[in-house]
């Protein structure tokens, strides 16, 4: 219960800084069209030149996978290392804007786009494990998919704070994740529970409407009110969860306690000793 508080408290400190930046939220949902509009023509392709024949995929369709999977996942990394940057930015006094949060991380796209490549080939072997390997392959892969992200967990804010290449940012991010093991999960979790938690209150209204309002009517109105209350509690909960993870970076790595963040709070949680930035 402590711990779980102690996420609340740190939630709150999160969305006091997020709030001075509310466009910045655009950022994530930028995120999204962009995948949807990529998801889009990935069909759109497919269609075109596809040719999957009683449950093989063709080299080409392979390759065009590998792709679509690629360019989705540097579309997520690079929004992220956006909201990290537009983070950074107001814990160290400034006042970002989408246009600042998104020119500071077109300063790092190499290295964003070199992460993406290694984090969606890494996904992809796990997942292509997991298909051939059977129930026991299932659980082994899924706890190695759970230790890469663990492991990864600081990897953006590496190479958007302090400009460090993608092989490097992934030794530094396991480095810095051992110093904040135990707690630094317990966290995450706090954020992923609030997450559920926020959503439930959707979800029932848009079931509620579906059950009260009649015929189709009902059920688009409340589809739509329901998945309406989800993307935007993704949006919220996933922007103060970079918001956290930038702070937590900073903190593991020089031991600063920015943007209102309390210090006692950081040392009890976290339990890392500061390291200087190189």
């Keep these: 219960m402590g711990r779980m508080a102690n996420t609340w408290r740190l939630t709150k400190t999160s969305w006091s800084l997020l709030k001075q930046d509310r466009e910045l939220l655009w950022l994530p949902v930028l995120s999204m069209l962009a995948i949807l509009a990529l998801v889009a023509a990935a069909c759109v392709v497919g269609f075109v030149v596809g040719d999957v024949e009683e449950g093989s995929v063709s080299g080409s369709m392979a390759v065009l996978g590998f792709l679509f ?54 996904g992809i072997l796990i997942r292509l494990l997991r298909e051939r390997l059977g129930a026991l392959g299932s659980i082994l892969t899924w706890f190695a998919e759970a230790a890469w992200a663990i492991a990864t967990y600081l990897v953006v804010p590496a190479i958007v704070i302090d400009d460090e290449g993608p092989i490097s940012s992934i030794k530094r991010s396991g480095g810095l994740v051992r110093q904040t093991w135990g707690e630094n999960l317990i966290s995450q979790a706090g954020f992923g529970l609030l997450g559920f938690v926020l959503m439930l209150p959707a979800v029932i209204v848009g079931v509620l409407i579906g059950l009260i309002v009649p015929g189709i009517v009902g059920t688009v109105v409340g589809t739509a009110v329901g998945l309406a209350g989800v993307v935007t509690v993704m949006v919220v909960v996933g922007a103060l969860g970079i918001y956290f993870k930038t702070a937590l970076y900073l903190y593991a790595t020089d031991g600063q306690v920015l943007g209102g963040y309390d210090a006692d709070q950081m040392r009890d949680t976290f339990r890392a000793k500061g390291k200087g930035r190189r």
């Design 69 to 122: 999977v690629v360019a989705a996942t540097a579309i997520g990394v690079f929004f992220e290392g956006a909201l990290v940057a537009g983070a950074y930015d107001r814990m160290s006094g400034g006042d970002p804007t989408v246009r600042s949060a998104m020119g500071r991380a077109a300063m790092h796209l190499p290295s964003l786009f070199g992460w993406a490549v290694i984090t969606a080939t890494v």
